[in-house]
């Protein structure tokens, strides 16, 4: 029988509740939307951790995030992913990550890929956001100014709000097209290396992996998806001052609300411009007869906080904004769509896609396949595990071994347990979908027993799953990159503003 191939879409950054398929009212994915028609379609897929870095371990090796310590960080040198898999079963493979410095060759997401292209290059290293401290001559003054402004709250917020208008000022000389101010390779750069690689391949199957970042900050989608949105008036100068502003730690949650419209346009054209790169990627394997024996999925590695928190951005944690990801699966042979509303993690997509390619699954996974349960149209009734530390420099190994937060996520409720404080909080999700009122102690009992007992499950599987030689060679490999840097060159530690990163990747 022909062997199957395989196409694997990651969004960063994207929402269950922003694409169309899962109810968006925008027209943000009108592509993926038709796709859905003859697809399954999982309505509550969870991701295994957020932000990325806790994520891709999951997604790539099905494994999960803390599974080999706090301190590992990525795919342990030699540990089976679903490309090493696919490599070894003969596939052709490539990677394109549209550069996410979390999904390098350095954190072994290489592993497995004959073509790996991470884009970090194309990078850009302009910051029109935050100016240096003040300006040729003017520094001094500004300074001193800065420094005499401290010394009361009102003069504090006045001179950070005339700075600011000043840096804006500044930073927008120049400024004609978003082209100029995007930090990564949007998805149409991605696509065209993806349809010149499966062009180059003749009859073999392949694994394709795209990750793109359209959806993440800073906020710079192309005017096309903008116009296509019907938000042509917004220009490249204006997208600079609502991401510089929504950039802000200086401001309170009120100030931040009369722009998160805005803000939110900005990120659903990017979400739209993926929609249509993917149109024009299924397009090309139409063409090239490729699509009728293809696989593809499409989902995210955790979404977006808009404020429903009080907070932006994707920092670590286990709101249902962050943790709630769109999953869809099409196959060739399906002629209608398939919905299922139970919890799915992330961690079984690797083993579930490799599943529907008729290739066994390591044992080393710990997510299981469940394609006959998909195709029975029923899956397990078991919560979805969520684990992430509060760390907001991961570059740092010591901030990655703070207190573990960890979400046991029902149909309906959920558990959201914090190690810091020995503290948990129960939320029925279904009625309370910001998780404003935790059920009352004593209303509890039942369902917070079962979703205690899943995760006392999880903590003996991962003892015992636990694999220490994967997790020192991690670790050494680590430890040889830190040692391997030339003298003089900053450590990522100096060089990584934790702020910056606590809203990356
Ligand atoms: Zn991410």
Not at 105 to 118: K, L, T, W
Not at 152 to 175: M, P
Not at 395 to 418: C, E, F, H, T
Request: hydrophobic share 40%; with cysteine.
């Amino acid at each position: 029988m022909k062997k199957r191939s395989l196409v694997l879409v990651t969004v960063d950054c994207l929402r269950a509740d922003h694409v169309g398929f899962l109810g968006y009212s925008r027209p943000v994915t009108p592509f993926l939307d038709s796709m859905a028609k003859t697809s399954v379609v999982f309505s509550q897929a969870f991701v295994a951790g957020a932000p990325t870095y806790f994520s891709f371990p999951a997604i790539m090796a099905s494994r999960s995030p803390l599974g080999l310590g706090r301190e590992v960080l990525g795919i342990a040198p030699g540990e089976s992913t679903i490309a090493s898999v696919l490599q070894k079963s003969g596939y052709e493979t490539a990677a394109l990550i549209a550069g996410n410095p979390y999904l390098t060759a350095r954190f072994g997401y290489d592993q497995g890929f004959a073509r790996f292209g991470d884009f970090m290059h194309t990078m850009s290293s302009q910051n029109l956001t935050v100016p240096a401290n003040g300006f040729g001559p003017w520094s001094r003054v500004n300074r001193w100014i800065e420094r005499f402004s401290r010394k009361t709250k009102i003069t504090e917020a006045a001179y950070n709000d005339l700075y600011f208008r000043y840096c804006q000022w500044h930073g927008r000389r120049g400024v004609v097209s978003m082209d100029q101010l995007r930090r990564y390779p949007s998805a149409d750069v991605l696509v065209d290396q993806a349809i010149n690689w499966i062009e180059a391949l003749r009859d073999q199957p392949f694994f394709l992996w795209i990750h793109v970042m359209d959806p993440h900050n800073p906020y710079y989608p192309p005017e096309e998806a903008l116009s296509s949105l019907g938000f042509s008036h917004i220009s490249a100068q204006r997208a600079l001052f609502l991401n510089s502003f929504w950039n802000r730690w200086d401001l309170g949650l009120r100030r931040f609300e009369r722009h998160k419209e805005e803000i939110v346009t900005l990120y659903d054209a990017g979400v739209r411009w993926v929609d249509q790169q993917l149109s024009r990627l299924v397009d090309a394997l139409q063409r090239g007869q490729r699509w009728g024996d293809t696989v593809f999925a499409m989902t995210s590695d955790h979404g977006e906080e808009f404020l429903e928190h009080g907070v932006r951005y994707h920092a670590p944690g286990l709101a249902e904004q962050l943790i709630h990801v769109p999953l869809l699966i099409r196959l060739p042979e399906f002629s209608i769509a398939k919905q299922l509303d139970d919890p799915f993690s992330l961690i079984h997509l690797a083993p579930t896609l490799l599943e529907c390619l008729a290739i066994a699954v390591p044992d080393s996974f710990h997510g299981r396949g469940l394609w006959s349960q998909i195709s029975a149209g029923k899956l397990p009734d078991e919560p979805a595990i969520v684990e992430c530390v509060a760390c907001n420099n991961p570059w740092s190994v010591a901030d990655r071994i703070q207190p573990r937060l960890m979400a046991v996520r029902g149909k309906n409720y959920k558990l959201a347990i914090r190690f810091r404080d020995h503290s948990h909080d129960l939320y029925c999700v279904k009625d309370d979908p910001l998780e404003r009122f935790p059920i009352p102690a004593d209303r509890q009992k039942e369902e917070c027993q079962r979703l205690w007992r899943a995760a006392g499950v999880h903590f003996r599987q991962l003892r015992q799953r636990r694999d220490t030689d994967l997790a020192l060679r991690a670790r050494f490999r680590e430890i040889r990159q830190q040692l391997n840097r030339a003298p003089g060159e900053t450590s990522d530690t100096e060089v990584q503003n934790p702020l910056e990163i606590a809203g990356h990747g």
